[in-house]
């Protein structure tokens, strides 16, 4: 059977993608960010996946405001990105794992989640740019499968059901008859607001005690509510939730090999870690 051999978590921000352009890596604003992958890259080159699931969440390049679907997953046999209005040049297309996308999809089905299914689906910057910072030759070693949660408009879906998605995802790779090893990249968060009042609003406390409680306790997030959640992480910090599916992807027991967190990376909190689960 299939089997997930990890969990990487990590913010995206449009800015990250200008820097990896113009070779900005070394550069004193940037390096505290792009260093901390390097752990990230060398545990990747150990282990080898050969299929990323990729929990993210849209910001209107595939989906938006007048068709906006709670949960929604990738079925096509790839997957481009384009212009987002960032100024961002494009990346290669993505190999899709359709045989993946549709177990994932019956299995979930069958657990009573209601899943929009993408035939046809463009990839924003939440999900290129993580790829590109796990794997900067941008010479993909894996297929993909997308999976995105909405953030961008009310209502969301609440910290528990995210954690019950993970939970069920776990599962359904654990029940693909396949000897493939399986990675589950979340990206989003960690505390940030773009608009509004609060503009610029990051709280490092409310991050910190976030990613502390993934290891042993990742329900601890399910105590929120979605105000409750913006009101400690921003309205966008509300990405957090893709870090909490998946966790809840790889079961009950983790160890947590690497973490980084840095303040800030364009208006954003950004934090990085690396999961392996432990039976
Ligand atoms: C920024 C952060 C995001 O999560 C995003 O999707 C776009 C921009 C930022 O901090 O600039
Ligand atoms: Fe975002």
């Known amino acids: 059977m299939a089997r997930i051999i990890g969990g990487i978590t990590t913010s995206h921000v449009p800015s990250i993608g200008g820097a990896i352009a113009k070779g900005l890596q070394q550069d004193p604003y940037w390096q505290p960010f792009f260093d901390g992958f390097i752990p990230v890259r060398q545990w990747l080159a150990e282990t080898r996946p050969d299929t990323v699931v990729v929990?993210?969440?849209?910001?209107?390049?595939?989906?938006?405001?007048?068709?906006?679907?709670?949960?929604?997953?990738?079925?096509?046999?790839?997957?481009?990105?384009?212009?987002?209005?960032?100024?961002?040049?494009?990346?290669?297309?993505f190999a899709g794992h359709t045989e993946l996308s549709w177990h994932l999809i019956e299995q979930l089905a069958a657990e009573d989640f209601d899943l929009t299914t993408c035939q046809e689906m463009l990839v924003d910057h939440a999900f290129t740019l993580p790829m590109a910072l796990l794997w900067p030759d941008q010479r993909w070693p894996v297929k993909v499968v997308p999976v995105c949660i909405n953030t961008v408009q009310a209502p969301l879906p609440t910290a528990a059901r995210c954690l019950k998605l993970g939970q069920a995802i776990g599962r359904a790779v654990a029940s693909w008859a396949s000897d493939e090893k399986v990675l589950v990249l979340g990206t989003g968060g960690l505390s940030h607001q773009l608009?509004?009042?609060?503009?610029?609003?990051i709280n490092k406390?409310?991050?910190?005690?976030?990613?502390?409680?993934?290891?042993?306790?990742?329900?601890?997030?399910?105590?929120?509510?979605?105000?409750?959640?913006?009101?400690?992480?921003?309205?966008?910090?509300?990405?957090?939730?893709?870090?909490?599916?998946?966790?809840?992807?790889?079961?009950?027991?983790?160890?947590?090999?690497?973490?980084?967190?840095?303040?800030?990376?364009?208006?954003?909190?950004?934090?990085?870690?690396?999961?392996e689960p432990r039976p």
């Open 55 to 93: 929990v993210y969440n849209d910001h209107g390049l595939n989906f938006f405001l007048d068709k906006m679907p709670t949960f929604a997953i990738g079925a096509a046999p790839s997957y481009r990105n384009a212009d987002e209005g960032w100024g961002l040049p494009q990346l290669p297309a």
């Open 195 to 201: 608009d509004g009042e609060r503009a610029g609003f």
């Open 205 to 275: 406390a409310f991050d910190t005690e976030f990613m502390d409680s993934l290891a042993a306790n990742p329900a601890w997030a399910t105590q929120f509510d979605t105000h409750q959640l913006i009101e400690r992480a921003g309205t966008q910090g509300v990405e957090l939730l893709m870090w909490l599916t998946t966790r809840a992807a790889l079961g009950d027991k983790v160890a947590e090999l690497h973490r980084n967190y840095h303040i800030p990376i364009s208006n954003t909190a950004s934090g990085l870690m690396l999961f």
